[in-house]
Every structure is written in structure tokens, then in C-alpha cells.
């Protein structure tokens, strides 16, 4: 197992692109750390750089308080599992998990127990002499797990490997690599686009975005309390509704008002009091689609309400998801599976206003926590 700490490591590419800025951070040692981040955010390239196989522009990296700038990559102890499973067609599956270490000189007797294990903790026994084209692709993302894991390294890295799987086996395998870092308690850097790989995954969180870190959290706070507007709309799904509007005051009370969309909604009075600054002025507010038509707001008798036409529905199974129109502003709510909308309809829809976000319009910052 090692620590990771990034020091002010930056990327630049030969035509001046700057892809990865100014980035640090500290991953401790056992922990499976996400980074996150839409296309070409420098997620992939920060993982590049920590694996040797791009260089870095500025800043040190370090792994269990050694310097590895110029480390080769099979010096760093580290493994690499990639979205192309890169397995040799003409290898079994025992094969392909041994052949790093026989490239390393390792005994006969010592790779057969590492493969072994591999197999016994990836459930691969039955298919050790099996070639790859006679796997699925669930199994054939085991087999280059499994070839990482016989090298015991100090370091995982995964970089998308779930991106070729369909939906349900995405699932299931990230449901595997959770399992496997519980028992295997080695540091684990993944890198995802998919938020909900990220969420379910991550004991903590890096969201980035054009190569800079927006926010390190544990998911919870990341949902709770995200530190600007990108991260806000990025993390949750479906995203969080955001509608731009004026932070007003109507005599003892605070308002937020969007009358183009109809939008006249109550500020609660202890978080009014932390954007009292904002009166007037341009704001952004932020509700989770939980926190329209909810049960909670419902069970409110005073809850403020958006009257909305019905645009799309989507049942879920468990729960539903309803596309609202208001003033030219469309917001989706998660509400019971059991309630029936149907588009077209008009409705009034309460709005649980306790855990609203709010956003400086400028500058995307959150305001008000």
C-alpha cells in the first residue's frame, strides 16, 4: 500500500495547451479515490502522469515519499487497468495473469499461487485456460483485474474500465471493485465521467473540470454541499434545476422571484440572513429534483408552489421522473412511482425550499451555506 501526493503538477502539451493546472492533492494510504469530470476535464492525463506514461510540465509527484518525476512506469509500483482490456488473444486467461510476472523473473511456483489467488478472489477458476475470445466482457475485465492483482502493487490505477460494459454488468462490477478494495485495502485511484461510478464508488471525490479541481469530498458532501454551480449540476442525476432569478426582500420576508417563469418562492429566514448581500442583485437558485412535488414539501401545508405544464414523464420503477414547463424554464422532480401524471397537464408543484442551493450568478460560487 502507498500514499499519492500530487504537489502543483500542471500539464502543457508542445502547442501551449494547458490540460492539467496547478493540481494538489493527497491520497491517503487504502483509499479508493475518484476523479471525475466530464470529457476532457484532465482526469485521464492526471492518471497518466501519476502512472509515468506521460510526463508532467511542473510540480512533483510522490509515492510512499518517493519522487517518481522520472521513475520509469515498472519502477513505480503501481498497476494500470484500462477501458481496453489489452488481453493477448493467442494466452489463456492463466496466461495472460502471468505474463507480467514472468517478464519480472518470478518462480514458476510463486506465479501459479499469485494467479491462484487472483482466480479464487475474482471467481475465474473455471475459466483459467480459456482464451479471451471465449469470455464475455464482464469476464474478460476480471481477467485484467486479475493480471493487475497478481503483481501486488502498492498502487491501483483504473482508468474507465467499465466503459465498454453494458449497464447491468457495469453495475455488478462496480459492486466487484468495491468488494475488491475491501479486501485487498490497497490504494486505488479511479478515474470515471460517469458520476454515478463516482458516487458509488468514491470514499472521496475530485471533480474537475478544464484541467482544474473543483471540489475533494466524500459523496455526501459533495451532494449536500457543493462549492459552485458545475459541481451542483454535475453530481446527482437526474442534475440539479436551476433557474436565475432576484433575491427580493417584501417587507419582513425574503423572496426569490423569476417572474418570467412564474417562479415566487420564500427564502427561509436563517438563510436569507447569509445572502442578505445579493438583494437586488442577480442570483442563481438550485433545487434537486427531490426537492420539488416531494413528499416532504407535500406534507407542508404552507409549501410554496410552481405552476407547471407536464412535458415528459419517465417512470423509474421505484420512483418517477416528471419534466416540467414553466415560463419557458424546464425542471424535472423525482416524485412516488405510484402517483399519475400525464404530459399536458397543468399542476401546481410544491417546493421544499429548506435545502434549496443558491449560486452567485457571476462568479457560480455558492452562497448562503
Known amino acids: 500500500m502507498a500514499k499519492v501526493i500530487l504537489e502543483h503538477v500542471e500539464k502543457i502539451y508542445d ?32 492518471l497518466r502522469m501519476i502512472a509515468g506514461l506521460e510526463e508532467i510540465t511542473e510540480g512533483v509527484i510522490r509515492i510512499n515519499d518517493r519522487v517518481v518525476n522520472h521513475v520509469e512506469p515498472k519502477d513505480r509500483d503501481i498497476a494500470m487497468v484500462f477501458q481496453d482490456y489489452a488481453l493477448y488473444p493467442h494466452m489463456s486467461v ?29 471467481g475465474l477458476n473455471e475459466f483459467l485456460q480459456r482464451r479471451p475470445k471465449a469470455l ?8 485484467a483485474l486479475g493480471r493487475a492483482i497478481v503483481r501486488k502493487p502498492a ?9 465498454n460494459l ?27 465521467h460517469d458520476q454515478v461510478e463516482a458516487m458509488t464508488l468514491g470514499e472521496r471525490i475530485v471533480v474537475m473540470k478544464d484541467g482544474i479541481v473543483q471540489q475533494v469530498a466524500d459523496p455526501i458532501a459533495l451532494y ?11 453530481i446527482g442525476t437526474p442534475p440539479m434545476n436551476f433557474f436565475e432569478g432576484m433575491l427580493m426582500r417584501r417587507g419582513n420576508a425574503w423572496v426569490f422571484e423569476k417572474p418570467t417563469a412564474g417562479v415566487l418562492l420564500p427564502v427561509p429566514k436563517a438563510r ?23 413528499a416532504a414539501a407535500e ?38 412511482a405510484h402517483k399519475r401524471f400525464r404530459p399536458g397537464d397543468e399542476v401546481n408543484v410544491p417546493i421544499y425550499m429548506d435545502k434549496a442551493h443558491f449560486f452567485d450568478a457571476h462568479t457560480e460560487e455558492s452562497i448562503g451555506l
Open 299 to 336: 406534507a407542508l401545508a404552507d409549501a410554496p408552489r410552481i405552476r407547471a405544464k407536464i412535458n415528459v414523464v419517465e417512470p423509474m420503477g421505484s420512483e418517477t421522473y416528471v419534466y416540467l414547463l414553466a415560463g419557458g424554464n424546464q425542471f424535472v422532480c423525482r416524485v412516488d
Open 155 to 163: 498502487v491501483f490505477l483504473f482508468d474507465e474500465p467499465l466503459s
Open 15 to 46: 502547442n501551449g495547451l494547458k490540460v492539467v493546472k496547478d493540481l494538489n492533492l493527497e491520497i491517503a494510504d487504502g483509499e479508493l479515490l475518484v476523479l471525475v469530470g466530464p470529457s476532457g476535464c484532465g482526469k485521464s492525463t492526471t
Open 166 to 192: 453494458d449497464a447491468k454488468m457495469r453495475v455488478q462490477m462496480r459492486v466487484e471493485i468495491a468488494q475488491l478494495h475491501n479486501r485487498l485495502g490497497t490504494t486505488m485511484i479511479y478515474v470515471t
Open 94 to 122: 492463466a496466461e495472460n495473469m502471468a505474463f507480467g510476472l514472468r517478464l519480472r523473473k518470478c518462480g514458476k511456483a510463486e506465479i501459479e499461487q499469485r494467479v491462484k489467488e487472483a482466480a479464487d478472489i475474482l
Open 136 to 143: 464475455s466482457g464482464g469476464q474478460r475485465q476480471r481477467v
Open 224 to 234: 449536500d454541499t457543493p462549492v459552485n454551480r458545475f459541481v451542483a449540476g454535475f
Open 272 to 294: 436569507a440572513e447569509r445572502l442578505a448581500a445579493f438583494e437586488g442583485k442577480p442570483i442563481v437558485l438550485g433545487l434537486r429534483p427531490e426537492e420539488i412535488g416531494s
